[in-house]
C-alpha cells in the first residue's frame, strides 16, 4: 500500500504539538552549573611529588603536547662506605592544551600516578598561549580532582593503601615510645635524686666520742702481762698430772 501523502509531516507536527506542552529542561548555564559526572574529562592536575620524570606520558602523547624538562642531581650515600645515586629533578611540566584532544593516554601510561582528570572545564582564554598550563596552575588543578570512587564491601584492600598504613603505623608507634620513654625519664629522675642515700652523721657532728686511743705500754684485750705463760717459757704442769 503506497503512503498516504502528507503522512510524514503530520507525524512530525504531532512530535512538535507533544513537546510544546512539556516543561523545558534547559540549564541556564552559567548562573546554574551542570551537574557533571565524577569522571568527566576537563582538565588534567598535576601531582608532583610522584612525579618521577621517566617521561612516559610525553612519549605516549599522540599530539605531543607535553613539555617536560628536568636534570640530574646527586645524591650522597645514605651509610658511610656506600655509593652515591642520582636521581632526575623536575625542571618543568607543561601541557598545551590548545593542542590536547584529550584522550587520556597521559594518565593512563603513568606508572605513579602523578596526573589526574579533573572535571573542571571553565579554562577559556582569549589568549592561544595562556592554554599552556605551567606545573604551577595544573597543580591547582589538583584541587578539583573528585576523590574516587569507593570500593565495593567485599572487595581487598589495594596495596598501595595497605603499605602506606602499616608504614604509617608504624611511625605512630615509635613516636609514642619515644614520648613515653621520655615521660618515664622525667618522672624518676627527680625521684632518684630525692631518695638517695643521704649521708650519715660524723662523730664530730654528732659529738659521740670515738674509742680512745691506746697508752703506749699497755696490754691490750688479747696481749699477756710480762712472765705469763706462753712467753717463751713452758706452761706449769696442771695439778695432779706427772711433770
Known sequence: MPPIPGSGLAKGLAVTLRTMTRKSHTAQYPDAQPELPPRTRGVIGLFEENCTVCMLCAREC???????????????????????????????????FALCMYCGICIEVCPFDALFWSPEFEYAETDIHELTHERDKLREWMWTVPEPPALDPGAEEPKEIAAARKAADKLAAARAAEAAEATTAEATGPTAEATGPAPGPTAEATGTPGPAPEAPGTPGPTSRPPGAPGDGEPDPPAEGGTA
Open 62 to 96: 599522540p599530539d605531543w603536547c607535553i613539555y617536560i624538562d628536568s636534570h640530574k642531581e646527586t645524591v650522597p650515600a645514605a651509610a658511610p662506605g656506600g655509593r652515591e645515586r642520582s636521581r632526575n629533578v623536575l625542571d618543568r611540566f607543561a601541557i598545551d
